[in-house]
Antibody, heavy 122, light 108 residues
Framework: QVQLQESGPGLVKPSQTLSLTCTVS??????????WSWIRQPPGKGLELIGYISYTGNTYYIPSLKSRVTISVETSKIQFSLNLSSVTAADTAVYFC??????????????WGQGILVTVSS | EIVLTQSPDTLSLSPGERATLSCRASQSFSNTFLAWYQQKPGQAPRLLIF???SRATGVPDRFSGSGSGTDFTLTISRLEPEDFAVYYC?????????FGQGTKVEIK
């Protein structure tokens, strides 16, 4: 059974860097069959893809966040992380990590973490 | 960026009724690369449908998806109490992948 679990601080000050980790169990981040993503959901709003990373370490970030985002795989190979710099209140959201299918179904998020609320406030 | 518009915003129905949810794209995208997710309060989204009409593992057959081009539909044939939730569509045929704003299915 694949499980993903987000962890990190729930409160970040404006202008600082938001750092989250996703721990994966029941699967390997090194698998060629999947990508690993971060998606966020501002309070009361819909879902927004932040970006994803492949097993080779290739990354994609959405244009609106590209200058502030880094997604990387930890050396443990069971965790991947999200760093979002220069945060503002607009970055307050529940952050989800997710497993993305590759191949013909590339883009389908078939497993999600429970999500972690990150509030940006002084 | 493709914008997905879901309608209605809220659907008020009784258990046993049929629910029809719409997802319209601002432009067409590759094939039928559209997915539907269900989200209950405080929970992560759950994959229901991918490829516009393929049910994910374990999803009851009362859930069905259809459509192509720019117009897609999620149908719940007979609502069960556990189906009252928010439903999101997502297109993955054009980068960046985008989600609709959601349709809330609530108990009437």
């Amino acid at each position: 059974q694949v499980q993903l679990q987000e962890s990190g601080p729930g409160l970040v000050k404006p202008s600082q860097t938001l750092s989250l980790t996703c721990t994966v169990s029941g699967d390997s981040i090194s698998s060629r069959d999947y990508y690993w993503s971060w998606i966020r959901q501002p309070p009361g709003k819909g879902l927004e893809l932040i970006g994803y990373i492949s097993y080779t370490g290739n990354t994609y970030y959405i244009p609106s966040l590209k200058s502030r985002v880094t997604i990387s795989v930890e050396t443990s190979k069971i965790q991947f992380s999200l760093n979002l710099s220069s945060v503002t209140a607009a970055d307050t959201a529940v952050y989800f990590c997710g497993r993305v299918r590759s191949g013909y179904e590339w883009g389908v998020v078939d497993y999600w973490g429970q999500g972690i609320l990150v509030t940006v406030s002084s | 960026e493709i914008v997905l518009t879901q309608s209605p915003d809220t659907l008020s129905l009784s258990p046993g009724e049929r629910a029809t949810l719409s997802c319209r794209a601002s432009q067409s995208f590759s094939n039928t690369f559209l997915a539907w997710y269900q989200q209950k309060p405080g929970q992560a989204p759950r994959l229901l449908i991918f490829g516009a009409s393929s049910r994910a593992t374990g999803v009851p057959d009362r859930f069905s998806g259809s459509g192509s081009g720019t117009d897609f539909t999620l149908t719940i044939s007979r609502l069960e109490p556990e189906d009252f939730a928010v439903y999101y569509c997502q297109q993955y045929g054009s980068s960046p992948w985008t989600f609709g704003q959601g349709t809330k299915v609530e108990i009437k």
